[in-house]
């Protein structure tokens, strides 16, 4: 996550994904590395309330919560976005539904093979 990334959603506390903030609305733009009131501007493009996004940018709204988050991220060795994770262990992989309907498949069944195998890893006799 970039540190504009974290700076935006830390200010803005309304619960909007990052993933709506980084994409612009008109691509050629470059919001990122923008003047310094881009992030208001694009929060007014995104409908979002001006006065309140200034006012959570004045109080760090959030930040607590993006520390979290960012520690979080650290700690689970993520370095950028998207970054998933199915029943608890990362996804390396394409990002389309095909291979992540896939992963979360093959999770389902990897958790009920284990539900199904006693603790000492004897097999049950049928």
Do not use: C, W
């Amino acid at each position: 996550m970039l540190p504009s990334h974290r700076r935006i959603r830390a200010l803005l506390g309304t619960g909007e994904t990052l993933v709506d903030l980084a994409a612009p609305a008109d691509p050629g733009r470059d919001h990122i590395r923008g003047p310094e009131n881009a992030p208001v501007t694009h929060a007014g493009e995104l409908g979002l309330d001006v006065d309140r996004f200034r006012e959570d940018l004045r109080r760090h709204t959030g930040a607590g919560q993006v520390a979290e988050d960012v520690e979080s991220a650290d700690l689970s060795g993520v370095s950028g976005t998207p970054t998933f994770f199915v029943n608890g262990r990362r996804h390396y992989g394409a990002y389309d539904i095909a291979t992540l309907s896939a992963a979360v498949d093959t999770a389902h069944k990897r958790a009920v093979s284990a539900a199904a195998s006693p603790p000492d890893g004897t097999r049950r006799s049928e």
